[in-house]
């Protein structure tokens, strides 16, 4: 029991020599964000259009794809960069890894994509309401947000996963419940550090009332932070999916997830680990040009000047 | 709570805004704040009225008061009155009516008073369209005669701009096109050119008179600098604790100051003309605090003149709106050398600054 108690102190005392000095670090940081090289953000912005262009594609118009994505077409496990157009290879059922990874953009791109929307629109307005009005109504969507928020995430996608059919829909809808309270929480501070602010007392003056003070005052300035979160949320998504379909609680089999096909080319990881990184490459490229993005995004809104 | 005094017979046409025994009571986690306590005052169609005192000294409460933006935990007493209509105790529904409309207010900081996110225009046709219920094109139309209005160059490119790429004295002028968006009857300027550097103090001022005369608006000038009220106001109200210590018409109140604390700020102001010993003397002390305040003159602690009676008893201004009120048991000009005897030496400071 002791041991498990003075564990986590070490680590906290670890940490502590480089914090010795806030000040240095701060600068340091804020320095880094400032001076990141930018042709890491033009690679990820790069590397989202071609998987928004793969799962655009395979959405509207998947006959440009030379193979299907469910059939067979020729030696099953070929390496990558064996032969042209299917420079990616084929899986372990011999289908083309570029056109299920295209498919796979699309499930991922459509499930992070709806998710967030739904989960900005929610949360966002519980937030907002929230710090407008503050008082009881703060307590209830707070504890509503927490509710949800000390819910286990995976529990319930398995259970929903379990209760209704593995679907798209069925996905999308618990994952965007899951990133309601995120952005509940996120608008609520926002709008709450901007209602301080004497433009909205402005308002008031002018005889405003609360919706407008909430949609025209409160709801462009929360836009940023907002904006920003929801590009970071989108690839904490994406991976969720993924480990979703790597579980096999996703996307039923015949249409490809990169979850799914990791999931079914692990055995063969020792003899053949292209079948595996592949999808793997794709998932970790996507995952950090989210995050690059994101993190750009922030940097640029992040504006500390008053006169803003 | 006190029933709200009458002050004199009631007079058939009504002065454009009274406020009767007006109180703003705070109810802070320390105790009742008293932010205000007991203010009347009444302006006219084209009268400024000007109101003074340190920070913390319930001037701006005051104002805010009129305006319905206290903060939440604030309780309103009394009585104010536009153009013979209660606005106390009124629903917050039917008040949103007249702030804004009737009532309008330009706000001391000029850079955060306007949303950062939305251009120039938006801005200014909110009110207009919120209050007048013009349609988008004629309120953009008003916007730009507005800004031309409150002398910014440009109106037509500067209507489609953000505020941040307005300086400190334009946003201030589009702060108060904004405010004179819906041709109100009362004008609340708070400390309205606190944040501008002294140049453009100066034209912002010179405008708002401007524009008050031209059209007869009732006007109050909130200020901690009685250099600014000065010549722009007819009356003058003086403000410590919460509490008005002088009230008069201006040229009386510089004439025949009464009140020892405004004798303390005019001491305070500095002047370029004088000789260096006559340097502004500070006002010893701090503002009282006003959860604690105890009975007795609220000034007591810091004046040179105060004795038992002061800290005992609470001078009253008196009811009479108009006349030169003020509220001190040893006004200046009267007994100042009974009250020498008392404290030795500073009176006669406090001489030489009447002399």
């Known amino acids: 029991m002791s041991t498990l108690e003075t564990a986590p102190e070490p680590a ?8 010795l000095r806030p000040s240095q670090i701060k600068r340091a940081k804020s320095g880094k964000a400032r001076k990141r090289p930018s042709i890491l953000l033009w690679f990820a912005i790069a590397w989202m259009s071609i998987v928004l262009l793969g799962a655009l594609l395979s959405l509207i118009a998947p006959g440009v794809f030379p193979h299907e994505y469910g059939k067979a077409f020729g030696d099953a496990k070929q390496k990558p960069f064996a032969a042209w157009p299917e420079f990616l290879g084929t899986d372990g059922l011999g289908r083309s890894h570029l056109t299920r990874l295209a498919f796979g953009a699309r499930v991922s791109m459509i499930v992070a994509l709806v998710s967030v929307v739904v989960g900005v629109v929610i949360g966002g307005l519980l937030g907002l309401v929230a710090a407008y009005f503050r008082g009881v109504t703060e307590m209830i969507i707070d504890l509503f947000s927490d509710a949800l928020l000390a819910f286990p995430p995976l529990i319930l996608l398995l259970a929903l996963s379990s209760v209704y059919e593995p679907s798209q829909t069925s996905i999308t809808a618990g994952l965007a419940v899951l990133t309601i309270p995120g952005f509940t929480r996120l608008t609520k501070a926002s709008a709450i550090a901007q209602s301080n ?19 025209k005052e409160l709801l462009p300035n929360t836009f940023p932070a907002v904006m920003s979160y929801s590009v970071i949320v989108m690839a904490v998504l994406i991976v969720a999916e993924g480990s979703l379909s790597f579980l096999g609680l996703s996307i039923p089999p015949p249409m490809p997830s990169w979850g799914g ?15 595996v990184f592949v999808p793997c490459g794709v998932l970790f490229l996507t995952v950090f040009s989210l995050n690059v993005i994101g993190d750009r995004l922030r940097a640029k809104f992040d504006v500390r000047d008053t006169k803003l | 709570m006190a029933e709200p005094k009458t002050t004199g017979s009631p007079t058939p046409d009504e002065p454009l805004l009274r406020a009767t025994d007006l109180r703003v009571h705070l109810d802070t986690p320390r105790g009742l704040l008293k932010a205000v306590d007991g203010v009347s005052f009444s302006i006219e169609r084209g009268e400024t009225l000007g109101l003074v005192g340190e920070s913390g000294s319930g001037k701006s409460m005051l104002v805010r008061s009129l305006m319905g933006i206290c903060p939440s935990i604030a309780d309103i007493h009394g009585s104010v009155r536009l153009d013979g209509r209660e606005l106390v105790g009124v629903p917050r529904k039917e ?5 804004g409309n009737r009532i309008a207010m330009v706000f001391q900081d ?14 200014l046709t909110e009110s207009m369209r919120l209050h007048l219920g013009m ?17 910014i160059p440009e109106p037509v490119k500067r209507a489609r701009q953000y505020p941040h790429q307005l300086s400190g004295g334009m946003r201030q002028r589009v702060t108060i096109a904004m405010a004179l968006a819906c041709d109100p009857d009362v004008l609340i300027a708070d400390e ?3 944040a501008l550097d002294v140049t453009v103090q100066r034209q ?25 009220v000065a010549g722009r106001t007819d009356q003058i109200a003086v403000m410590y604790a919460g509490r008005m210590v002088e009230h008069s018409p201006t040229a009386d109140l510089f004439a025949h100051r009464r009140h020892r604390y405004t004798e303390a700020l005019l001491g305070a102001v500095p002047r370029l003309d004088v000789p260096r010993d006559q340097r502004p003397r500070a006002i010893p002390g701090a503002p009282p605090d006003l959860v604690t305040l105890k009975s007795g003159c609220a000034f007591a602690a810091r004046c040179t003149a105060a004795d038992d009676l002061c800290r005992e008893e609470r001078p009253e201004l008196g009811d009479e709106l108009g006349a030169h009120r003020f509220a001190c048991h040893h006004p200046v000009g009267e007994d100042v050398a009974a009250v020498e005897g008392v404290e030795s030496g500073q009176p006669s400071l406090m001489k030489e600054a009447t002399a």
Not at chain 2, 204 to 228: F, P, T
């Open chain 2, 192 to 194: 309205a050119t606190t």
């Open chain 1, 12 to 19: 906290l005392g670890a940490a502590e020599p480089t914090g």
């Open chain 2, 110 to 123: 000029p850079m955060t008073s306007l949303n950062p996110v939305l251009r120039i225009d938006r801005q």
């Open chain 1, 197 to 215: 602010r004497e433009y909205v007392t402005v308002a008031k003056a002018m005889g405003a009332g609360p919706g407008r003070i909430i949609f």
């Open chain 2, 204 to 228: 912002i001022l010179d405008l708002l008179q401007e524009i008050q005369a031209e059209r007869g608006m009732g006007m109050i000038l909130v200020s901690h600098d009685l250099g600014v």
């Open chain 2, 135 to 151: 349609g988008k094109k004629e309120a953009g139309e008003r916007a730009i005669e507005l800004l031309t209005l409150v002398g």
């Open chain 2, 95 to 99: 008040a949103r009516t007249i702030w």
């Open chain 1, 261 to 275: 096909m990791i999931n079914a080319a692990k055995d063969d990881l020792s003899l053949y680990p292209s079948q």
